[in-house]
């Protein structure tokens, strides 16, 4: 999908280290291919809000279906050490990284949806490996996403004239232009931002 003057779609390595050595778990163990299924939610509105509105799932979606490591990825990978000094990963399973397609399924609310605490915003099911490797990129997409609205939902009800183009104010980089494009998702006008009308 692609977003002329965007960001790029995240990285493979927007991951913690526990996810990449409970992949490496799983193959190690032999069942990389068992089912799991995971669900993204939060436990609490932001900013003492009623509700929120979902958020990120475009990015989500393109992160998901440009997703592989390179070498320069793998490479990296190889350098990291454990107990001992001795590698933390295989080259075999470095090997696996490098051959990496992810296959699940996902399944969002959409974008815009009003949402409640304690409900999934997003399930990916297939294999367990797979949906590990996923998890803190999806966390950070949509939870960075949806907490901009939120805030500008907040915002509008003490002073609707005083944060036009928060979005790029309030982070810069990719995360204004994210922050931008997502203000709009509840529909308002709030967070506008140059690139952020670009989709």
Known sequence: M????????????????????MAYT???????????????YFRGNPFDGGCTVAC????????LENLHFTDEDTAYLA???GR??????????????RGFQFTCAALAI?????????EPLLRVTGPIAECQLVETALLNIVNFQTLPVARNRRSAEFCPICCPKWGGIITDGEG??????????????LGRHDLGDVQ
Not at 2 to 21: E, F, I, N, V, W
Not at 110 to 118: D, R, S
Not at 176 to 189: H, N
């Open 2 to 21: 692609g977003y002329p003057g965007g960001p790029r779609p995240p990285s493979a390595m927007l991951t913690d280290l526990c996810q990449l050595t």
């Open 26 to 40: 799983y193959w190690k163990s032999g069942i990389t291919g068992t089912d799991g299924c995971f669900h993204l």
């Open 56 to 63: 990120g799932l475009a990015q989500a979606i393109e992160y």
């Open 79 to 81: 350098t990291l050490t």
């Open 84 to 97: 001992g000094d001795t590698p933390l990963f295989s080259p075999e399973f470095l090997s696996w990284l």
């Open 110 to 118: 959409p974008e815009g949806t009003i949402v409640f605490p304690n």
């Open 176 to 189: 204004g232009w994210r922050a931008s494009r997502s203000s709009e998702c509840d529909g308002g006008a």
